[in-house]
């Protein structure tokens, strides 16, 4: 018995240490991905209407964003300098708010990305955009909008 629980927790823990060698080198990853950016602009998706209306606008989560962005040292272009800029970089907010008609409570998911303009290295030599960075994957239940805006801010702060 002692040999099958030794056995158990052994792939427990290489299983755990892989996953965290994973984890250090995509922080690493995103990390490089990060270097040399002068600045980004800042686009928020549309939000549902009854979700704005009851007060969590685009304009609250882009200017919380914003905030965020220059608390951390990160220039916000505006659309003159974002046109000019190499890639043309933005932080993209994708908040996904629905509002549950019976119980008033809204569900959502969060993602923030990174999106530039890159060049593929083959040939036909074409621009696309891509995502270079993300960070995503909240998802909740709350009667609070607040929570909701709370979690956006968290994750751009991981930017």
């Known amino acids: 018995m002692n040999i099958k629980r030794n056995r158990l927790f052994a792939m427990g823990a290489v299983a755990l240490s892989i ?17 040399g950016l002068k600045g980004v602009s800042v686009v928020v998706e549309k939000l549902d209407p009854a979700v704005e209306k009851d007060g969590l606008t685009r304009d609250v989560l882009r200017k919380d964003t914003i905030s965020a962005l220059r608390r951390a040292g990160i220039r916000v272009f505006s659309r003159k300098e974002w046109l000019k800029a190499s890639g043309n970089p933005q932080v993209y907010v994708n908040a996904n708010v629905l509002k549950l008609a019976e119980t008033g409570e809204y569900i959502y998911t969060i993602h923030i990305a990174l999106k530039e303009n890159v060049y593929l290295l083959r040939e036909p030599i074409e621009i696309w955009g891509a995502t270079t960075w993300t960070k995503g994957g909240t998802v909740g239940i709350t009667g609070r909008l607040e929570k909701i805006r709370t979690a956006v801010k968290r994750q751009v702060a991981a930017f």
């Open 19 to 35: 996953f965290l060698l994973a984890a250090s080198a995509s922080a690493e990853s995103g990390r490089r991905a990060l270097r």
